[in-house]
């Protein structure tokens, strides 16, 4: 998202939405957002103190996580390479690992 897509010369009027969900209002953008889902977040949190590995899909799953558990900070963090992404790296202050999708990273850690 903090790429500007260039479209001009291929769309008559490239103006983009963000669609995403309830609880991402904190989250910066440079698109107007458009809240197409709501956020079910599993009560009570589960423990991620002795996990080692996370894929993020919210930056604001991934803040929740960290308040609760600021322990986590120093662990194998990943995400897609939008603005989660830019999210957690800027929260983390460090890159982190990019894959396409939930099931690209989990196979990649499962072999």
């Keep these: 998202e903090d790429e500007h897509p260039s479209l001009e010369h291929i769309l008559p009027n490239p103006d983009f ?22 956020l079910k977040l599993e009560e009570p949190l589960p423990d991620l103190r002795n996990k080692t590995h996370f894929f ?3 930056a604001y799953q991934f803040d929740l996580a960290l308040e609760h558990f600021p322990e986590i900070a120093d662990k194998d963090h ?5 603005i989660t992404r830019i999210h ?12 396409l999708s939930y099931e690209e990273w989990l ?4 072999t």
């Excluded at 939405?17 to 709501?38: A, F, G, P």
């Excluded at 990943?78 to 939008?82: D, E, F, T």
């Excluded at 957690?88 to 894959?99: A, G, T």
Aim: charged share 30%; proline share 2%.
């Design 107 to 110: 196979e990649y850690h499962s």
């Design 17 to 38: 939405i963000k669609l995403t969900h309830d609880r991402s209002k904190e989250i910066e953008s440079v698109y107007e957002k458009c809240y197409t889902y709501i």
């Design 56 to 58: 993020w899909m919210s």
């Design 78 to 82: 990943s995400s897609g390479p939008g």
């Design 88 to 99: 957690i790296e800027n929260r983390l202050n460090r890159k982190i690992d990019v894959f």
